[in-house]
């Protein structure tokens, strides 16, 4: 996780062109959030994060209530993305998971591409900064835009 400028711009699409109701898997550093929040166009934003340490590392300067009035803009799901999804559908979702495969754990492009599967029928428009090459290509398919 960091905050650098070319990190920073492998998000700065989605952040522009979401609307509505969002679904962001993966709190990070609260970037993501925080640009959302700007965003006039985006009605609700849906956060899971698995971690407790980066919820109570980050969550706190991602919806700084002194900077923005968010109390009903943001809610935050300590959950698994992987695993558990909080009900409902949303209008965009980008995914910025992170995997450790020292751990055992997949590589990032299996997770995002699992869960653009799982969740193609409740999510009108996915993203991922690692979304895996063939699933932007899939993106003129019918019910299956990314970004």
Request: aromatic letters at 8%.
């Amino acid at each position: 996780m960091n905050d650098f400028p070319k990190e920073l711009k492998k998000h700065l699409e989605f952040i522009r062109r979401a609307r509505g109701r969002v679904l962001v898997t993966g709190l990070g550093l609260g970037c993501v959030i925080r640009g959302l929040i700007a965003n006039d166009k985006v009605d609700h934003i849906d956060v899971v994060e698995r971690s407790r340490d980066v919820i109570k590392l980050c969550w706190p300067w991602a919806v700084d209530a002194r900077l923005f009035k968010i109390q009903p803009l943001v809610t935050l799901h300590q959950m698994d993305a992987n695993r558990q999804l909080p009900p409902g559908t949303w209008d965009y979702a980008w995914h910025d998971l992170w995997s450790d495969p020292e751990r055992g754990e997949r590589h990032l492009q299996v997770l995002h591409s699992k869960l653009f599967t799982k969740l193609h029928k409740r999510v009108r428009v996915q993203g991922a900064w690692a979304a895996p090459r063939w699933l932007r290509h899939r993106r003129l398919q019918k019910g299956f835009e990314t970004i």
